[in-house]
Nanobody
Framework: VQLQASGGGQVQAGASLRLSCAAS????????VGWFRQAPGMEREFVAA???????YYADSVKGRSALSRDNAKNTVYLQINSLKPEDTAVYYC???????????????????WGQGTQVTVSS
């Protein structure tokens, strides 16, 4: 499975962005797809995940102002983040895996495939 993340950019605080993670290869609807972010000098941090196209999970840091959706026909997962804050600044990565369980969704090492990342910069 190859993943391509896009949609990042430089925005003002309070703006919204929709990130896309396009996949090729594999049976996409069977995969769990997760979004993580990594700020300079920090570890990769869980943001949200679509668990086998069944349920979605969000980190507390984005809960209530983000929405994850997936279009299996287009092999694409979208992450909409609203009311962006300067602390949301990071490189955002999407990962995918077929053997995750709910207790491992927030662990980057549980994902098998990764995209190249897209930069999100939020200025105050």
């Amino acid at each position: 499975v190859q993943l391509q993340a896009s949609g990042g950019g430089q925005v003002q605080a309070g703006a919204s962005l929709r990130l896309s993670c396009a996949a090729s290869g594999g049976t996409f609807n069977r995969y769990t797809v997760g979004w993580f972010r990594q700020a300079p000098g920090m570890e990769r941090e869980f943001v949200a995940a679509s668990f086998r196209s069944v349920t979605t999970y969000y980190a507390d840091s984005v809960k209530g102002r983000s929405a994850l959706s997936r279009d299996n026909a287009k092999n694409t997962v979208y992450l909409q983040i609203n009311s962006l804050k300067p602390e949301d600044t990071a490189v955002y990565y999407c990962g995918a895996g077929s053997s995750l369980i709910t207790s491992t969704l927030a662990r980057a090492d549980a994902y098998t495939y990764w995209g190249q990342g897209t930069q999100v910069t939020v200025s105050s």
